[in-house]
């Protein structure tokens, strides 16, 4: 679903590469970790699954990156919105409009829905993320894990294939990152989305994938390996 075919990034004025000579595979409906210190080019990765590597950041990407079988280079991130859903750490930054239930919307108006489909698509997500009883509520009034599903709400209305997430929890209690966890957990029994996220608390969230993907160091290659905790970062 999420193919990294000899990647490298560059970014303007940089010396080295901040991503170097990277392959591999997110298989449909899989949990990936991305995990690694900070600076490994964690962001760098997702951003080139959402497109805003290079199309936004500048920099060069060499090698080849493909969603569901679009080449990311030749597609920009609104081309890509249907098919990868993007949150990042800071819920607040993410949110264009007041309430919830706007804010499940919003993602859809670009898509051209027609207005039946789109009420139905708020009702199933608002169910989906146990948000219903919040729907009229202001975001600012929410707690940080109810915020946080409201951002992953909003991408999953365009029924993306693929959600790539920024440290999701990192500013969550634990209870409402276990929140968060679930929420994701469900997302790919029932759904079958495709999900990789970066993280730097392997612990916390480990038992919730299928496969790491391990950045040692910055700049070195990534290791795919078993979630079981075993493997050497
Ligand atoms: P991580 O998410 O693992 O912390 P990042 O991908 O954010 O790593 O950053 C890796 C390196 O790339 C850092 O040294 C950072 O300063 C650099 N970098 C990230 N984004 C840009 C950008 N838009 N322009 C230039 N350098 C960048
Ligand atoms: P519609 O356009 O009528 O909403 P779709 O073909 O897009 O129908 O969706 C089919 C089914 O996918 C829906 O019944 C819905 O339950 C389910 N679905 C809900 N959310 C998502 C999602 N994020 N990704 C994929 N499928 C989803």
């Known amino acids: 679903m999420i193919r990294f075919e000899d990647v490298s990034v560059t970014y303007d004025g940089a010396p ?41 950041t500048g920099g060069t990407l060499r090698g080849r990156v493909t969603v ?7 597609h920009k991130p609104r081309e890509l919105a249907d098919v990868v859903g993007t949150v990042g750490q800071d819920p607040l930054s993410h949110f ?56 992953i709400g909003s991408v999953l209305t365009p029924h993306p294939s693929v959600l790539v ?10 209870a409402a990152a276990e929140e968060v966890l679930a929420v994701l ?14 993280e730097h608390r392997l612990e916390r969230v480990v038992q919730y994938a299928d496969q790491v993907l391990l950045l040692p160091a910055p700049g070195a290659p990534p290791v795919l390996g078993a979630p079981a905790g075993t493997m050497a970062v």
């Open 68 to 74: 569901a079988g679009r080449d990311t280079r030749t």
């Open 96 to 151: 264009v409009t007041d309430t919830v239930e706007d804010e499940l919307a919003y993602g859809m108006e670009s898509l051209g829905l027609p207005p039946q489909v789109m009420r139905r698509r708020v009702e199933e997500t608002l169910d989906l993320l146990g948000l219903a009883a919040l729907r009229h509520r202001p975001i600012a009034t929410l707690s940080g894990g109810q915020q946080q599903r409201v951002a």
């Open 185 to 198: 957990q469900r997302l790919v029994h029932d759904l079958g989305t495709t999900v990789l996220m970066a």
């Open 16 to 56: 080295e590469p901040t991503v170097r000579q990277v392959d591999f595979e997110v298989p449909e409906g899989e949990l990936v970790l991305l995990v690694g210190p900070s600076g490994a080019g964690k962001s760098t990765i997702l951003n080139a699954v959402s497109g805003l590597v290079p199309h936004f």
């Open 165 to 174: 997430l920024d440290e999701p929890t990192s500013a969550l209690d634990p």
